[in-house]
């Protein structure tokens, strides 16, 4: 029988982007790099190799020095290292919004207990760039231009629908980011009913980067809000 992680490694496998992009934008898809694939599967087999489901967390597309170097939302190289035991032979990546999901993490009880209830994805898979004025590639949200959250769209249902499959909870859905990221989830659940209701959780890294003084307050809120979804999925099964 198939496990969690064979499923999530399969949907890693197959991710492909072939539409059309606007001018200037690159896709980041880290899993046609052999590095990604093989570490972030390492990472799905510790921690998913059964046929539990979990509750959904959207964040908004993979960053360049997260999931883009470990193929693992959220997972920066220092913290795949450190929190989730797991050796990368590549560069040491720090990123901010890693940082503040892993003190989550770390609060919730450590990677194994959390990762045993939650499954953290992105509403778009991969990520995107664009050379900034400096010719740096920067990161490049789906939502950051109107083109481009329209390319998007067909490769965005695919894959929700393709996520759903692999065993989740519909009747919560987590979603980090309150602004926009929020929005175009609610149009997309409003118009196809994927879940019953949306729990917006501020973006990790608006708050690593604007609200750093009162972290505690907002790692206090992801935790209180993530264990009132356990203690309710686990009230209906009484």
């Known amino acids: 029988m198939k496990t969690f992680a064979d499923r999530i490694i399969r949907f890693n496998k197959n991710l492909r982007f072939d539409l059309k992009l606007p001018k200037g934008i690159q896709v980041m898809n880290p899993?046609?790099?052999?590095?990604?694939?093989?570490?972030?599967?390492?990472?799905?087999?510790?921690?998913?190799?059964?046929?539990?489901?979990?509750?959904?967390?959207?964040?908004i597309n993979p960053g360049r020095f997260g999931a883009g170097y470990?193929?693992?939302?959220f997972t920066d190289t220092k913290r795949l290292i450190a929190d989730c035991g797991i050796e990368f032979p590549g560069p040491v990546t720090h990123e901010p919004s890693s940082v503040f999901v892993y003190e989550v993490i770390k609060a919730m009880g450590g990677a194994k207990a959390f990762y045993r209830n939650f499954f953290i994805q992105s509403i778009c898979p991969l990520g995107f760039t664009i050379r900034n004025d400096k010719?740096?590639?920067?990161?490049?949200?789906?939502?950051?231009?109107?083109e481009l959250q329209e390319a998007v769209m067909p490769f965005i249902l695919d894959s929700i629908n393709k996520i759903l499959k692999i065993g989740i909870h519909r009747d919560i859905v987590f979603c980090f980011g309150s602004g926009k990221n929020l929005k175009f989830i609610e149009q997309l659940?409003?118009?196809?009913?994927?879940?019953?209701?949306?729990i917006p959780l501020e973006h990790p890294r608006f708050i690593m980067q604007y609200?750093?003084?009162?972290k505690q307050a907002y790692i206090d809120k992801y935790v209180r809000s993530f264990h009132q979804a356990i203690d309710k999925k686990k009230s209906k099964k009484k």
């Open 31 to 59: 899993f046609t790099e052999d590095g990604a694939m093989k570490i972030s599967s390492l990472f799905y087999k510790r921690y998913y190799s059964d046929d539990h489901p979990r509750f959904l967390i959207l964040g």
């Open 70 to 73: 470990t193929g693992v939302p």
């Open 135 to 146: 010719g740096r590639d920067v990161n490049y949200n789906y939502y950051d231009s109107k």
């Open 189 to 198: 659940n409003r118009e196809y009913q994927f879940f019953k209701e949306i």
């Open 211 to 214: 609200k750093s003084k009162s």
